[in-house]
């Protein structure tokens, strides 16, 4: 089995999660390292959650934090090959240590950032487009296409069961990030938005 696009799940905070999406294909698992954060991931617990799966990648998830704190915090979370953040000097400073590099941006703030796009290419950093819109506009899947024609881009925002696939078929389009969520408790976990944009994307073998 496999999925129709690339597909990130962020803020995993549980086995449960993590494990459904291990077999469901998915190829990135973010964690949030922040403590403070209601999704903070602990050394121990990271490492308890993915000593249980194997064959995906892992990402580092920021909102804040400099370059040395995070360098630092890495060193107690093993197998970690991404970075996120939404601060993209604190991205480049972090170049040198070889991670494949996460610019969280919202869609709306797009058009800004439109000028650096050779930039982006250059620096090979991914994009994660993030909204706290339900829906993309035309407007918006407009600037996506350009943006994702020369750079790598997941879509973060705007994805339901009914319309991820024509989504994923954006010309150019990296992936699909999606959010995790939290256990009803242990062992326990309410799949159905999630699963169904999963299932949706599945390949007919």
């Not at 915090?73 to 970690?80: C, D, F, M």
């Not at 970075?83 to 703030?109: M, P």
């Not at 705007?158 to 389009?173: F, M, V, Y």
Request: net charge negative.
């Amino acid at each position: 089995m496999a999925l129709k696009t690339k597909v990130k799940i962020n803020r995993i905070t549980n086995l449960t999660d993590a494990r459904y999406c291990s077999g469901m294909y998915v190829d990135i698992l973010g964690f949030c390292l922040e403590e403070g954060s209601p999704h903070y991931v602990s050394p121990t617990r990271f490492q308890e959650i993915t000593g249980w799966i194997s064959g995906i990648d892992y990402a580092a998830e920021f909102t804040e934090g400099d370059a040395y704190t995070i360098e630092r915090l890495l060193a107690e979370y093993p197998g970690i090959t991404w970075i996120e953040s939404g601060d993209l000097d604190t991205l480049l400073q972090l170049k040198s240590l070889g991670k494949k590099l996460i610019y969280a941006v919202k869609i709306e703030e797009l058009e800004t950032i439109l000028p650096k796009i050779d930039f982006f290419q250059d620096q090979e950093i991914t994009l994660h487009l993030t909204s706290t819109n339900k829906s993309i506009s035309i407007d918006n899947e407009s600037i996506i296409n350009i943006f994702s024609s020369k750079i790598t881009l997941f879509l973060g925002a705007g994805i339901t069961p009914s319309n991820a696939n024509s989504l994923c078929e954006l010309p150019g389009l990296f992936g699909f990030a999606l959010d995790s969520g939290d256990e009803i408790k242990p062992g326990l976990r309410d799949f159905d938005q999630l699963a169904a944009i999963l299932e949706s994307l599945e390949l007919e073998d």
